[in-house]
């Protein structure tokens, strides 16, 4: 294949892994253990406004802004979690899925002699 690229790079959170499914779901599940019943549009439209205000603050790492971004979110929702117990989302990344079409698509490429890479505002440690 002739190509102007060598190398494709792509996000990690959001463009290859279902990030919306992964965090509801952990959410859910968490606060579920907690005997709250949280409805997944109602925690996705609060963190996709919270998670910006939390990142506009002082850098911290990516996996500190899940568990702030979580206490937040629980809070706005009526959910009294503990920041000690906020861990539960980045611990959860592991379980994050790609999108149907990420492992074909990447598949295709690298099929085409692309080299392919991640570039991403995440901490090494959860990729």
Known sequence: MTSRFDVITFDCYG????????IGEAVIVAAA????????AAVLQAYAEIEPVVEARAFRPYRDVLAVTAVEVAARLGWGLDSSRARFLPESLPA???????NPALDRLRAAGLRLGILSNVDDDLL
């Open 33 to 40: 253990a907690d005997g709250v019943s949280l409805e997944r």
């Open 96 to 102: 994050w899925r790609p999108f149907e079409d990420t």
């Open 15 to 22: 463009t290859l892994i279902d990030w919306e499914t992964g």
